[in-house]
């Protein structure tokens, strides 16, 4: 039902989102929490997209109550990104509630060795630093998260941040 939904999100948004929350139910109704992150975060964005921030931001909230009380922290990292990028979508001239989330998000990553999801953090925190004309906090968000990863198009993000960190290099003196 959730993934049913989702699809149709694309020609029908809200009946997309009506079948995205009631797969979501459904699976909360069974106890079947397992990706229960990685569902919120889905509905979470497309709560937004639907123009309502402010239950997204609550989806996520609770996801995280949800992985905190279960143990089960697979996605808190992404949790905490996604809810950064939302709160920030919904706020830009009042970034500080964003950043606190994006930094969350590579602490956690960090504490459980994701270093995917720390690149994946760190760089929506180095564009959030770009974009209020902090360079050098970008830099030095960004660079140690991308050590070691070498480009590939199955993760576009490392391109994205190569591209990002010689960008900074090349207009400063780092």
């Given at each position: 039902m959730f993934f049913d939904g989702w699809a149709r999100v694309e020609s029908d948004l809200l009946a997309g989102l009506d079948g995205m929350r009631g797969g979501v139910d459904s699976l909360r109704a069974q106890d079947i929490l397992i990706f229960d992150g990685l569902v919120k975060i889905a509905l979470a964005k497309t709560e937004a997209e639907a123009g309502?921030?402010?239950?997204?931001?609550?989806?996520?909230d609770e996801a995280l109550a949800t992985a905190d009380r279960l143990g089960h922290r697979t996605f808190e990292a992404e949790l905490h990104r996604a809810r950064g990028e939302i709160l920030l979508s919904c706020e830009?001239?009042?970034?500080?509630?964003?950043?606190?989330?994006?930094?969350?998000?590579?602490?956690?990553?960090?504490?459980?060795?994701?270093?995917?999801?720390?690149?994946?953090?760190?760089?929506?925190?180095?564009?959030?630093?770009q974009s209020i004309a902090r360079p050098?906090?970008?830099?030095?968000?960004?660079?140690p998260a991308l050590k070691g990863f070498a480009p590939t198009c199955e993760f576009p993000e490392i391109k994205e941040a190569l591209k990002m960190i010689a960008a900074i290099e090349a207009g400063s003196h780092l």
């Amino acid at each position: 039902m959730f993934f049913d939904g989702w699809a149709r999100v694309e020609s029908d948004l809200l009946a997309g989102l009506d079948g995205m929350r009631g797969g979501v139910d459904s699976l909360r109704a069974q106890d079947i929490l397992i990706f229960d992150g990685l569902v919120k975060i889905a509905l979470a964005k497309t709560e937004a997209e639907a123009g309502d921030p402010g239950r997204a931001v609550a989806i996520l909230d609770e996801a995280l109550a949800t992985a905190d009380r279960l143990g089960h922290r697979t996605f808190e990292a992404e949790l905490h990104r996604a809810r950064g990028e939302i709160l920030l979508s919904c706020e830009p001239a009042n970034p500080a509630p964003a950043e606190d989330a994006f930094v969350t998000a590579i602490a956690v990553a960090k504490r459980q060795g994701a270093r995917s999801f720390e690149l994946r953090a760190a760089l929506v925190l180095a564009k959030l630093y770009q974009s209020i004309a902090r360079p050098a906090d970008a830099h030095t968000v960004l660079a140690p998260a991308l050590k070691g990863f070498a480009p590939t198009c199955e993760f576009p993000e490392i391109k994205e941040a190569l591209k990002m960190i010689a960008a900074i290099e090349a207009g400063s003196h780092l």
